[in-house]
């Protein structure tokens, strides 16, 4: 064979295994949005079996070989990343027999339909067998993919390729350490004043909103939609097609729209990808860390800041009727209200990195088999009084508000504050190449997006998977990637904004 | 290999293609209801890598040789008859090269989309070359697929097993002179104040009475869901969840209405197959003439009935306000209303015949090459005078108010006739054994729709693919297959309806 025939063909096997993760993601998607609940059952089975598919065609010897061969030829940087990632993926099917590969897909539906159940019906024990069952077969898969240290690892590299436990831990030490002060300030300082309107906000016109925003910040209609979902998340189901959902509570629009910010960072990063990548292993995210730096940095550097919502507020009134006396201050104030709470996804950005360290503790405790999964729920209470200094009263509040251990995401948290660092890292960057602070606030203040999105754009998006989640990084923050994450930014940004907010 | 595990490989590959199967129907709904615009090109490779993942499944060796060795041995009825289904689709995937098969699947998205814009901006031009390209691709299936007389039949035994065009023309015949009377009645009659009021209805108000009407005549809403499309349609994406979707016109309820009966007709039959065959080759829908009989007597006889209307007007009223006066002989003399008129979807049973006849007679010319796609336009607007006595005055409601042509339905339009002749045989032997015609109209008149849902399920719904379609038939009405179709009771039925309606 010829390497131009070589490469059509190697080309036309990372194509079909894009076009296999589509209908996946569409499954997925329509699983947590459109699907009637009696269909649960068939739609594992169905998910089971695509599943079995992808993995036969990534596991197949000829895509190995094609593999071997052009690793042995000499390609452009481009090609050559597409061959890396190409080998990367398949040899991490390789190791995963295909019956593990179905046990797992079919236990993921199965046991996020227990886990909606239980949550709904604050009953743990309903969910208990499936997550037992999903963890045993995690510990599986980290055996079948192997690791240096411990079997943790093999998860988080999933996630966030090259990171270990022993790498993250100074990481959440260094965040606790500098955050613990602010959160302390804060509990002193008192700020029950500091609330939105409770509403009660109509759901239709939340969404409008939450569409106007939208389509103002950059997001494409015409290649997305937003619904409404139980966990809010973002799906690209494939080129032209990035998709969000929020969730709307009438009696607290802050989560509906922050929610929203969030996804739509997302869902930005994904219309962002080259599309002539759209086809190959390297137009795609390239890490959850990376991802989430995104969505963090659009509800965070941009929907909590005071410049954003002096420049929304008047749009966001025309909307929410119940918003008619507030001032662009009283949102600043709202949204960066710090206080330690149940529920993650309604934490503020302060206490957020803590509800992350109390999952990565409980996650590295299970895959080391030291706590029984019957005791989750005592041992997540335990560390929600440890870290946050309160404890649920439900398991609802408690040990089952996230989706994410049900679909088998271990590993899969800590990318969040991985996320949180690398998002005030790229914002810092970013405000120094548009002309500094004062420039950017009068941007978000004038609802000018465009100069935040296309930096984003050429220094993370556009880069997609070429290079190494840290070197995308480094390579738009100007700095050289390192072993440790620099957690200095964020915790500056942080001290920064909430100093002033808290009196320290 | 041993019988059992020989039968265990067979049922894991039918497994397989029915799960795929409702992949395919998954993107196939998402693409009608939800997908973003941007998506189409994107979606159109995905479906063509499906396609060719089924084909290949469908024609592989192995799954040849596994039937060829079930077919040797001795079976029960319902595995013999899992086994020649199979054997039937097989010999036809074989038939049909890799190459081809991919080439109707992206052709159908793309024709699809270019279909939509055709009709939008009203201009045939838009669509030709894609309808061309769709034509000579059938062309070259019907080729593939081998026929006897010509190649039309091909196209037809896709949808109808055994239907051919020598078979079809007296159906059509004897339908046409049975039904021209009455037309000539009603022209002659005069009906201008048999309208229901013009509205404007609210679409949300409309579309939960649809949703009302579904739950209360036996949709599962736990297994299906209702949704607003250009064209409607019903969806089997799976078990537990067979999905209807309806259009409202706020000018004009009738047509969402009777519509969303039409759905539910379909969506019925697919709910009532039976779950123990779901991952099976007889779990299916026997044919289009079939699942048309379902969608047409739940449209027509129920749903176009006095005894109907009597017992639904008083819900009805609670949702449509505009009907505040209006009386069951209202709605009864309004559904019932005979007008010649240009678009199928909205055409009343008695002309809708000559509607599909227009379809029929192009589709035979096309496939034996007297028509060019150029022509179609003035063709059809020909065909609608000769047939209906009238001309549309826009393409958009003339050659292009269909979705079919664009994904590929050659000979599927001859079954819509085909359900409506055996909706009237159907119901005539439900009526009988449900204790006759007063009986059965106090039953609709007081909501009680059980008993013959029942009847279908038992005799219809639950018969599966187990046998041929004109078996079915025939065993539900108690009579021997024949080689034509019987179009009495379809006549009869008309006549007896629309004679009083026209005072024949």
């Given at each position: 064979?010829?390497?131009?025939?070589?490469?059509?063909?190697?080309?036309?096997r990372?194509?079909e295994?894009?076009?296999?993760?589509?209908?996946?993601?569409?499954?997925?998607?329509?699983?947590q949005?459109m699907?009637?609940?009696?269909?649960?059952?068939?739609?594992?089975?169905?998910?089971g079996?695509?599943?079995?598919?992808?993995?036969?065609?990534?596991?197949?010897?000829?895509?190995?070989?094609?593999?071997?061969?052009l690793?042995?030829e000499?390609?452009?940087?481009?090609?050559?990343?597409?061959?890396?990632?190409a080998?990367?993926?398949?040899?991490?099917a390789?190791?995963?027999?295909?019956?593990?590969v179905?046990?797992?897909?079919?236990?993921?539906?199965?046991?996020?339909?227990?886990?909606?159940?239980?949550?709904s019906?604050?009953d743990?024990?309903?969910?208990?067998?499936?997550?037992?069952?999903m963890f045993?077969?995690?510990?599986?898969?980290?055996?079948?993919?192997?690791?240096?240290?411990?079997?943790?690892?093999?998860?988080?590299?999933?996630?966030?390729?090259?990171?270990?436990?022993?790498?993250?831990?100074?990481?959440?030490?260094?965040?606790?350490?500098?955050?613990?002060?602010?959160?302390?300030?804060?509990r002193?300082?008192?700020?029950?004043?500091?609330v939105?309107?409770?509403?009660p906000?109509?759901?239709?016109a939340?969404?409008?909103?939450?569409?106007?925003?939208?389509?103002?910040?950059?997001?494409?209609?015409?290649?997305?939609?937003?619904?409404?979902?139980?966990?809010?998340?973002?799906s690209?189901?494939?080129?032209g097609?990035?998709?969000?959902?929020?969730?709307?509570?009438?009696?607290?629009?802050?989560?509906?729209i922050?929610?929203?910010?969030?996804?739509?960072?997302h869902?930005?990063?994904?219309?962002?990808l080259?599309?002539?990548w759209?086809e190959?292993?390297?137009g795609?995210?390239?890490?959850?860390?990376?991802?989430?730096?995104q969505?963090?940095?659009?509800?965070?550097?941009?929907?909590?800041?005071l410049?954003?919502?002096?420049?929304?507020?008047?749009?966001?009134?025309?909307?929410?009727?119940?918003?008619?006396?507030?001032?662009?201050?009283?949102?600043?104030?709202?949204?960066?209200?710090?206080?330690?709470?149940?529920?993650r996804?309604?934490?503020?950005?302060?206490t957020?990195?803590?509800?992350?360290?109390?999952?990565?503790?409980?996650?590295?405790?299970?895959?080391?088999?030291?706590?029984?999964?019957?005791?989750?729920?005592?041992?997540?209470?335990?560390?929600?009084?440890?870290?946050?200094?309160?404890?649920?009263?439900?398991?609802?509040?408690?040990?089952?508000?996230?989706?994410?251990?049900?679909?088998g995401?271990?590993?899969?948290?800590?990318?969040?504050?991985?996320g949180?660092?690398?998002?005030?890292?790229?914002?810092?960057?970013?405000?120094?190449?548009?002309?500094?602070?004062?420039?950017?606030?009068?941007?978000?203040?004038?609802?000018?997006?465009?100069?935040?999105?296309g930096?984003?754009?050429?220094?993370?998006?556009?880069?997609?998977?070429?290079?190494?989640?840290?070197e995308?990084?480094?390579?738009?923050?100007?700095?050289?990637?390192?072993?440790?994450?620099d957690?200095?930014?964020?915790?500056?940004?942080?001290?920064?904004?909430?100093?002033?907010?808290?009196g320290?």
């Amino acid at each position: 064979m010829t390497t131009d025939s070589t490469w059509e063909d190697f080309a036309a096997r990372m194509r079909e295994l894009r076009h296999l993760d589509s209908m996946s993601s569409l499954m997925g998607w329509d699983e947590q949005t459109m699907m009637p609940p009696k269909a649960a059952p068939g739609r594992a089975s169905v998910s089971g079996t695509l599943a079995a598919i992808e993995h036969e065609r990534m596991a197949s010897t000829e895509y190995g070989a094609v593999i071997d061969k052009l690793e042995q030829e000499s390609l452009g940087e481009t090609r050559r990343s597409m061959v890396e990632l190409a080998k990367r993926k398949r040899d991490q099917a390789v190791k995963m027999p295909a019956r593990l590969v179905r046990d797992l897909a079919e236990t993921s539906s199965r046991s996020q339909a227990a886990w909606i159940e239980a949550r709904s019906k604050d009953d743990f024990s309903i969910f208990q067998p499936l997550l037992q069952r999903m963890f045993d077969l995690k510990a599986e898969q980290a055996e079948a993919l192997g690791y240096e240290k411990e079997p943790y690892d093999a998860h988080l590299d999933l996630f966030e390729r090259g990171a270990t436990a022993e790498m993250l831990r100074p990481m959440f030490d260094s965040v606790a350490a500098g955050l613990t002060p602010v959160i302390e300030a804060a509990r002193a300082h008192g700020d029950d004043d500091r609330v939105l309107p409770r509403g009660p906000y109509e759901v239709q016109a939340v969404l409008a909103y939450c569409n106007d925003l939208l389509e103002r910040l950059g997001y494409d209609m015409e290649a997305g939609r937003l619904d409404v979902s139980a966990h809010p998340f973002t799906s690209e189901i494939g080129p032209g097609d990035v998709r969000v959902t929020t969730r709307v509570d009438t009696g607290n629009v802050q989560e509906a729209i922050l929610g929203t910010l969030h996804e739509m960072g997302h869902a930005l990063y994904h219309m962002g990808l080259r599309d002539d990548w759209a086809e190959t292993t390297i137009g795609e995210s390239v890490s959850l860390g990376v991802d989430e730096s995104q969505s963090r940095l659009w509800e965070n550097q941009v929907g909590r800041s005071l410049a954003f919502w002096e420049g929304e507020l008047p749009k966001a009134k025309q909307s929410l009727r119940p918003w008619t006396d507030t001032t662009p201050e009283d949102v600043y104030r709202a949204v960066n209200r710090v206080r330690p709470s149940l529920v993650r996804v309604k934490a503020d950005e302060v206490t957020y990195p803590l509800h992350v360290a109390v999952r990565f503790e409980l996650e590295l405790a299970i895959s080391r088999g030291e706590i029984p999964v019957a005791d989750l729920p005592t041992a997540w209470n335990e560390s929600m009084k440890r870290h946050l200094g309160i404890e649920p009263p439900s398991d609802a509040d408690g040990v089952l508000q996230d989706v994410h251990w049900s679909l088998g995401y271990l590993g899969y948290f800590p990318t969040y504050l991985i996320g949180s660092v690398y998002s005030a890292a790229l914002f810092e960057a970013a405000t120094q190449a548009l002309g500094g602070a004062d420039k950017v606030d009068a941007q978000l203040r004038a609802g000018e997006f465009a100069p935040l999105l296309g930096w984003l754009r050429t220094n993370v998006h556009e880069v997609g998977s070429l290079k190494l989640p840290a070197e995308v990084i480094a390579g738009a923050t100007g700095k050289r990637a390192a072993q440790e994450i620099d957690t200095a930014p964020f915790v500056s940004y942080i001290r920064n904004k909430y100093g002033p907010l808290y009196g320290m």
